[in-house]
């Protein structure tokens, strides 16, 4: 029973990681009906650009505070580079046919990972500790202070998210985005600003997600964002593409049962497992869990 | 935009002419290949090991070289994919025209050029794949590392002798040939000697995330924890393992050697074991007089891999000096013959398989060192 109570933890954490990624594929994909394939890699250099902010604080102890400053600094940088990626790539072919943004996506990512290799260098790095370590025994189950950070902070950013897009006027515009780009440009919104705005978010959110990933696992390398990317993409498709309570979901219930099947089965089906259920979603109930049915309009 | 496409096709074009220009090597000097990865997931491996052999040459040539000539090293990336040695070995044999080869340190990269080397007749030392199936592509074919065999036996006799534990739970990486092997010889020779395997779990390298692996053996209540595995997720392994509460020594294989491990496990790692080829602290003078050639030219401590490839390089020497000739055929005899070689890595005699006989050594890593703490002969082990 402990192991089992253990391995969910362990599976929390992990799932608390992809539903952070999971986050920016939904929302882009609200907006822009488009799967942004650089997205794992805006995730990966948020785990480098944390990296080297921690080794510019690094003398200092490891604190809250400097914790705090990695995490912001890297969410900042990937949030401009979400809207950098926004504006250079996908802008410019946003009129043309959806396979050229798809395509371009892809370009972008590839672009990223390969200049990541000349840039950060392409052996692993690893990460410093941000926060003092620790850990506390609940009946006979080990929490460690990173996975209760990775699960908190993870958590504190979703609720953060929903009251954002439920509250606040920019808010509710993205939603109207989502639900038609065409009506809300005739309403008066700038599509443009809610759809940076939207990029910069999903940039942030997966910046989060490598600077926690880093904290815990505690190795990053410029290739990390593929994986992690693809399975997060399960995830948010599981969920249901677009919606954002199906991102969380998907990315637990991904990360839970990938850690089950490693723990009691064997971890040569740790892909199988993620993968298959993106078929079986796809075939069983197309819109995901908690998505939508979309009917095709004539 | 017709413009551009020319040129690029221009640039490309001189760029090839450049490049072919620039690799035709002079007819005073003896050719050898070197095929290793210098980028990539194992660019440690290769660059030490080519930093290794071009210090034995540079050695060998300093003193005047070999059958008056001196020896030139040409070196070719595989990027870390085992693909590209293939490739990358053809065009050493075809375009550079070299005598002999060294490489691979990993055991896929190995088997993917060997048949071309032996196909072309040109011999072939593998400094440090351990696999047993590299050397039996062909008689051209040649290594001077022990096998997984010897070295998981070597640490199933540490761990049952002399850390005297009785149960061991075996994390391996099922995406290695290395790992797989390792953990099927590692098993085989500890269950003989009366211990028991309490459990087996599996990662894929790349993985980042071994907790569900380390929960489930720690379940198990294991005396020690064998990983053979690469210094990359060991390091990540080890340290994981200390945040879940485990505090059993790990025992690993020579793919730990690097000071990168340090680097990710950090003190997680006290008190853990591996087995190696050689020990920097060891007061042999021919280690000793390598170890301070190597620190002088590369300001860093030599890893297994250097000290495999500074042994490579030089017995391919010897055996040229002792056929008199470069020529593939009577090279290869040469290595076949030797014997009781005095290495950095132990003495060492190549047998009818074309593997080397030699000792291991099992190394203990206590802050940030990594220290000889037991030396392990051929005939300890059966």
């Not at chain 2, 053809?90 to 990269?109: P, R, T």
């Not at chain 2, 049952?160 to 040939?177: E, G, H, P, Y």
Request: glycine share 10%; charged share 15%; hydrophobic share 45%.
């Amino acid at each position: 029973m402990t192991t089992f109570l253990q391995q969910l933890v362990n599976g929390l954490s992990l799932g608390s990681i992809y539903a952070l990624i999971a986050l920016g594929y939904t929302m882009v994909y609200g907006v822009l009906r488009l799967i942004n394939f650089a997205h794992g890699d805006v995730y990966m250099v948020g785990a480098y650009v944390g990296y080297y902010l921690s080794r510019k604080l690094q003398g200092e102890e490891p604190s809250i505070v400097s914790a705090l400053l990695v995490m912001f600094g890297s969410m900042i940088v990937c949030a401009l580079l979400g809207m950098l990626i926004e504006r250079l790539a996908y802008r410019p072919v946003r009129r043309e046919a959806r396979l050229t943004l798809l395509i371009m996506a892809i370009g972008v990512s590839l672009f990223i990972e390969n200049v990541a290799q000349l840039v950060f260098g392409p052996d692993p790095k690893f990460f410093p500790s941000l926060a003092p370590r620790t850990a506390f025994l609940v009946g006979g189950v080990r929490l460690t202070s990173e996975q209760i950070t990775v699960i908190a902070v993870s958590l504190l950013l979703m609720l953060l998210l929903r009251y954002f897009i439920l509250k606040t006027r920019t808010g509710k515009a993205m939603r109207a985005v989502s639900f038609s780009l065409d009506a809300s440009r005739l309403m008066g919104i700038s599509t443009d600003r809610i759809i940076a705005v939207t990029f910069a978010l999903g940039s942030a959110l997966a910046a989060a997600a490598g600077v926690l990933i880093g904290m815990q696992i505690p190795k990053i390398d410029p290739l990390m964002g593929i994986m992690y990317g693809l399975k997060a993409f399960v995830a948010a498709v599981l969920g249901g593409i677009g919606s954002i309570p199906g991102a969380v979901l998907g990315g637990l219930l991904i990360g839970i049962s990938e850690v089950m099947v490693v723990g009691y089965l064997s971890s040569t089906y740790r892909e199988a497992i993620a993968f298959g259920i993106l078929i079986l979603v796809l075939i069983l109930r197309p819109q995901g869990l908690l998505g939508r049915v979309q009917k095709e309009k004539v | 935009m017709r413009f551009r496409v020319l040129a690029a096709v221009c640039l490309a074009a001189l760029g090839a002419v450049t490049l072919s220009c620039g690799r035709e090597g002079s007819s005073k000097e003896i050719l050898v290949g070197e095929y290793g990865s210098l980028t990539g997931g194992i660019a440690t491996f290769g660059i030490s090991t080519r930093d290794g052999s071009q210090l034995a040459f540079d050695d060998i040539n300093q003193k005047g070289g070999i059958l008056g000539q001196k020896i030139k090293l040409v070196v070719e990336d595989d990027q870390s994919k085992p693909e590209e040695a293939g490739t990358v070995v053809n065009k050493l044999i075809h375009q550079d025209h070299v005598v002999a080869m060294l490489g691979h340190v990993a055991s896929s990269h190995s088997l993917a050029a060997a048949p071309i080397c032996q196909a072309e007749k040109i011999p072939m030392i593998s400094p440090s794949s351990t696999n047993p199936r590299v050397t039996q592509v062909g008689n051209y074919i040649f290594r001077v590392c022990f096998l997984d065999t010897f070295q998981g036996a070597v640490m199933a006799k540490f761990a049952f002798d002399t850390l005297q534990v009785k149960k061991v739970a075996i994390l391996v990486d099922v995406r290695s040939d290395y790992s797989v092997g390792l953990q099927t010889f590692f098993g085989q020779s500890f269950k003989k000697l009366g211990g028991e395997i309490v459990s087996e779990q599996s990662y894929s390298q790349g993985d980042s995330d071994f907790r569900a692996q380390l929960t489930a053996i720690k379940a198990a209540n294991p005396d020690a924890i064998y990983v053979p595995g690469y210094y990359t997720e060991v390091g990540t392994i080890v340290h994981q393992a200390r945040e879940l509460g485990i505090t059993v020594p790990f025992l690993g294989s020579d793919g730990w050697d690097s000071p990168k491990l340090w680097e990710i496990g950090g003190p997680a790692l006290n008190g853990c074991y591996f087995s190696n080829h050689y020990a920097t602290d060891d007061p042999n003078p021919v280690v000793q007089k390598f170890v301070n050639d190597y620190k002088a030219k590369y300001n860093q401590l030599p890893d297994a891999l250097a000290a495999l490839a500074y042994d490579a390089a030089r017995i391919l020497a010897d055996a040229m000096t002792r056929a008199g000739s470069t020529d593939g055929e009577k090279v290869r005899d040469a290595i076949a013959s030797t014997k009781d070689f005095n290495g950095v890595t132990g003495n060492i005699s190549i047998n009818e398989e074309r593997n080397a006989v030699k000792s291991a050594v099992i190394v203990k890593v206590e802050n940030g060192k990594y220290l000889l703490t037991e030396t392990i002969k051929p005939e300890a082990v059966k």
